[in-house]
C-alpha cells in the first residue's frame, strides 16, 4: 500500500530537526488513536480545508515526511469532537454508577432536547442563558426550568473531568426555583376516588399512596415478602436506591389482603407497571375532575399527618424525605390553615 493516505507513527517520531515538534507530536498522537485515525481517513483537501493549511504540507504529513503540527491537530481533535456521541457515553457513565432508569430517562429528555437546540461543544453561558429562558413556567413555576439546569450543569461537568472540554455553566447561578402552593386532598376526597374505583386493586392502590406516602417506583415494586402484616410496615426500595420502611393503616390493609386473595403474583403485587398504575390514575382524574396522581397523593399524606398535629421531621422521617424543606414545601398550606385559626382582622371590633 503507498505511503499515501497512511500516517506512520513510527515515521513521524523519527523526525527531530521541527522545532518543538516531534517529542510532543508523536506521544500526543499514540495517546490519541481517534486522532491518526481520522488523520489517516480523511483526504489532503478535506484536511486543508478543516485545518486552513496548504495543500502541499498536508500531503508531505500524510506521507510521513512531516510532522503534524499543533494547529492541524488542534482542527482534527475538535472533529473527533463533533462526531463522539458523548450523549451516549454520558449515559453509560449514569448506568455504571448504577443510577436509576427514570433518572437516565430524565437526562436523555432533558440533554436530547437541549443539543438539539444548542452547539453544546461550542456553547458559552450566553447561549445556555437563552436556552433556559426559552422553556416556559408551567403549573409548577420555573420547576421545568430548573430540571433542566441541573441536568445540563451534571452533563459538562462530567465532560469536563472526563475529556477536558470546558464548561460554560460554571459559576453560573441556577434559576430561582419558585414555591407555589400545590394541591392535595382532604379524607373525605380521597374516600370518595376509592369509592369510584370498581377493582380491590385500584382501591388498594388508592390507599396505599395516601396512608403510607408513597412514591410511583416504590409502590410499584412491592412483593408479597416485603409486606410486614403484624407491624403493618413494608420494605421498600427508595430514592437514591436506598432501602426504607413506610408504614400503612387499616385501610389500605383491608384492601391489600382482599386483593392478594383473588390474585397470585409472580412479580408485584399489582400485576401492572408503573405505567399501568399512572394510566388508571388519569382515568380517574378525568370522571371525577379531581387531581390524581402519586405526588398529590404524596403530598396529602404529608399534609393528613400535619393536620393530626405530627411535626415536621416525624413526617419527614415516616416519608423517607431527605430534608425538612421538602416536608415544609408539602405542608404549606396547612400551615397557614393553621395559622389562621388565630387570625383577627386588626380593624375588627374587639
Not at 508523536?26 to 495543500?55: H, Y
Request: hydrophobic share 35%; glycine share 6%; proline share 5%.
Amino acid at each position: 500500500m503507498p505511503a499515501f493516505g497512511r500516517v506512520k507513527t513510527a515515521s513521524i517520531c523519527s523526525y527531530s530537526g521541527v522545532p518543538g515538534g516531534i517529542r510532543t507530536h508523536g506521544p500526543l498522537l499514540r495517546r490519541q488513536p481517534s486522532t491518526l485515525k481520522l488523520l489517516n481517513k480523511l483526504s489532503v483537501s478535506q484536511l486543508a480545508e478543516l485545518s486552513n493549511l496548504s495543500k502541499a504540507y498536508i500531503s508531505q504529513v500524510k506521507h510521513g515526511k512531516r510532522p503534524p503540527s499543533l494547529k492541524l491537530l488542534d482542527a482534527i481533535n475538535e472533529q473527533t469532537k463533533s462526531d463522539t456521541d458523548y450523549i451516549a457515553l454520558f449515559m453509560q457513565s449514569r448506568l455504571s454508577m448504577g443510577v436509576s432508569h427514570k433518572t437516565i430517562r430524565f437526562y436523555r429528555q432533558r440533554l436530547l432536547h437541549f443539543t438539539l437546540r444548542v452547539n453544546y461543544l461550542k456553547a458559552r453561558r450566553q447561549h445556555v442563558d437563552k436556552y433556559l429562558s426559552s422553556i416556559p413556567a408551567n403549573c409548577n413555576g420555573l420547576a421545568t426550568r430548573h430540571a433542566c439546569f441541573r441536568a445540563i450543569k451534571t452533563f459538562y461537568r462530567w465532560l469536563q473531568a472526563e475529556y477536558g472540554i470546558g464548561s460554560p455553566m460554571n459559576g453560573m447561578p441556577a434559576p430561582i426555583l419558585g414555591k407555589p402552593i400545590m394541591p392535595s386532598l382532604d379524607k373525605e376526597q380521597v374516600r370518595y376516588l376509592i369509592e369510584r374505583t370498581q377493582k380491590v386493586r385500584d382501591k388498594a392502590i388508592i390507599a396505599l399512596f395516601t396512608e403510607s406516602g408513597l412514591r410511583l417506583s416504590e409502590l410499584t415494586n412491592i412483593n408479597p415478602q416485603d409486606i410486614d402484616w403484624q407491624n403493618c410496615t413494608m420494605k421498600v426500595m427508595g430514592k437514591g436506591r436506598k432501602q426504607a420502611y413506610a408504614p400503612f393503616g387499616e385501610l389500605s390493609a383491608g384492601y391489600l389482603r382482599q386483593w392478594l386473595a383473588q390474585y397470585k403474583p409472580e412479580g408485584n403485587i399489582w400485576g401492572i407497571n408503573e405505567w399501568g398504575i399512572v394510566s388508571m390514575l388519569r382515568r380517574l382524574e378525568a370522571s371525577t375532575g379531581l387531581p390524581c396522581n402519586p405526588h398529590t397523593f404524596r403530598r396529602t399524606f404529608a399534609c393528613l399527618l400535619r393536620k393530626a398535629g405530627l411535626d415536621i421531621l416525624t413526617i419527614k422521617d415516616l416519608g423517607r424525605w431527605e430534608s425538612l424543606e421538602m416536608v415544609q414545601r408539602y405542608t404549606r398550606s396547612v400551615s397557614f390553615q393553621d395559622s389562621l385559626k388565630f387570625y383577627r382582622a386588626p380593624l375588627s371590633r374587639d
